[in-house]
Nanobody, 121 residues
């Protein structure tokens, strides 16, 4: 399974972005998907995750009212909609696939290369 992220950009505070992650390979639909970020000077942290059938979602407390995770299993594309972006949201965002629905990155098996999000005026 391969994951490729896109959609990162430079955006002003208060702006919005939609990140996409395209999966190729057999069985992509069966995995739980998560988005992680690595911000400057901080440890990698899980931002949001979604179950294979989209029935369960979890969010990092700091983003739960601003970010929305979604997936389209027909197209094998996963999304992270980000609204009201703040400078502290700056970082490299990664999507990951695994068998456990969690924001703990240690259990995810497949990772993309990341896409840069910069929130600055």
């Amino acid at each position: 399974l391969q994951l490729v992220e896109s959609g990162g950009d430079l955006v002003q505070p208060g702006g919005s972005l939609r990140l996409s992650c395209v999966a190729t390979g057999l069985g992509a639909w069966g995995f739980n998907i998560a988005w992680f970020r690595r911000s400057p000077g901080k440890e990698r942290e899980g931002v949001a995750c979604i179950s294979g059938d989209s029935s369960r979602k979890r969010y990092l407390e700091d983003v739960k009212d601003r970010f929305t995770i979604a997936r389209d299993n027909r197209k094998n594309i996963y999304y992270l909609h980000m609204n009201d972006l703040k400078p502290e949201d700056t970082g490299v965002y990664y999507c990951a696939a695994g068998n456990t629905l969690t924001l703990d990155g240690r259990v995810y098996v497949y990772w993309g290369q990341g896409t840069q999000v910069t929130v600055s005026s």
